[in-house]
């Protein structure tokens, strides 16, 4: 197993945000995270990335505690994240933001390789790759963001929210590139609002609410439970 | 600050077109400088006091001055921008470059280096200097800062104004408190002549140091791997950090480059002055954190520009806006002149010439 989550809480304050949630990542399938705002998704990502201490429970990366790791150093083992809202570099060019997806390399023949094959993936950013990646539209930022994440050669590409706040059609390549992508031999952890759509293209899919996993299963299984369609489509 | 929580507003009214008397008095303060400056330039031109030769001499000078306070602001800015905290102790920092340099310089002007082996003894001199300012600004930075980085209110301000008196006070305790005269190169005071136009060859000296510096400097955060880090790291911590970016290395990549760029500042400072002193980089400092401010805090481009602009002003504005209102000695405000056009872009251009709205930041 890849990633194990056991029993993790976490709290901003006083205020508990996830409480004992668990997950299990094994190799080769996309996971979808799915549940309303505020329950609690982000915060699981950032802790998983070592972005937010926690305070119960433990996250094992191939068995091994992530307790002492600082976040590169979670990143440097192969887990890595697309955040919420994208969260590029505005002012470096498109191209700088995917070295910076390949940081945690050293390998500058195969990082190159690779970054012809961000273009080959995403046509549109290899015109504007030396453009200030704060000028392109929405969805060009969120290839941005996913070419960035790839860069990196993740084992897991845990991807927060890629739909958020683009046209419909724009969200089907989206989610397309991320089949591409898992096709490709990367595992997904797919957090989503768009609980349908993550629900269809994911192996397992967990349901969070009020910072607990209420519903677990197979994803088209819980596409189509009642519950789900009740929390989600009112 | 306008003030509209004293006055209930109708639902749907807009509080923007409201003026205040804050606005007022903004306004005319503004004009009210500019009206002093316009008349105080115009005046002076009109009398003709000045030749051609002195406005000259007074631009040189400021752009030499202007060039150290533009490496010093580096420091400031970078800092800031992968931090987001003013290093207060930056101008301390810089003072003790001078102070070695000013060691090494006495010492191989006594034992002859410095005229047999000139750029040799140069050489040797802004390598410790340099050296030394990289070295307390790591110091600084692991002892003093980074314990507190995640500590709420001011505590980073208050330990980097402590970390300015400790420096300040640990110099003037082991080196007195008298002003040391740096020792004087054959050249300091060579004089070239440029199309009739006299120039101090010690000017060309610091400018051409200073530039070589803010060259390297920009090179490296533009044209390497850290210096892409350090950028993305000043816009994005977190984002930077799940690229596998160690943010703490980062933290001390920035404040090594900034204490290079004080390294050779001090140098070019004791140069342009031919003294050190153990109070030495709090005016420096100051003015340069202004700059700093003025060209933007946290863009490197500003900073240059900024401490440009700044030395300029202080060498050519007591000239220009004052002498003209019949001011007598108007050098003796230079500084004044400097920290008024401090005030004026902090009151009326808060984010400086270069910086973006604070809007744009994320949470
Ligand atoms: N920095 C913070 N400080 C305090 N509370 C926070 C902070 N970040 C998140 N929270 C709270 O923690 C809870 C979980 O937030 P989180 O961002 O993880 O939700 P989410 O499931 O990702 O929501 P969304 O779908 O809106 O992105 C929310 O109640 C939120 O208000
Ligand atoms: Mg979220």
Redesign the interface.
Known sequence: MILEIENMSLAYGNIEAVRGVSIKIVDGGIVALVGANGAGKSSTLNAI???LPISAGTIRIDGQSTKEL???QI??RGI??V?E?R??????SVE?NL???A??RNDHQAIAEDRDRMFELFPRLKERRRQVAGTLSGGEQQMVATA?GLM?RPRVLLMDEPSMGLAPLVVEQVFDTIQAINAAGTTVLLVEQNALMALEIADHAYVMEHGEIVLEGPGPELAGDERVISIYLG | MSDTSLTTLPPGASARKRINGIDVFMWALRCAVAAIAIFGAVATLLQGRYSLAQWFDFAMFGLTLGSVYALIALGYTMVYGVLRMINFAHGDITMTGAFAGYFVASGVSRNGLLATHPVLAIVAIFAVAMATCIAVALATERFAYRPFRNSPGQAPLICAIGVSFVLEQTVRGMFGSGVKSYPLTTWHDAVINVAGLRVPVVNLFVMGCAISAMVILYLIVHRTRMGMAMRAVSEDKAAAALMGVDVDRVVVFAFALGGAMAGVASVCYALIYQQVHFFMGFAPGIKAFGAAVLGGIGSIPGAMIGGMFLGLIEAVGPALFLDGLGITAPYQLRDAIGFLVLLMVLIFRPQGLFGEAMAKKRA
């Open positions: 990335s070592g972005l600082k976040p590169h990143t440097r890595v994240q955040p809202g969260r590029i570099f505005g002012r470096l700088e070295l910076m997806g940081f945690s960035r990196a």
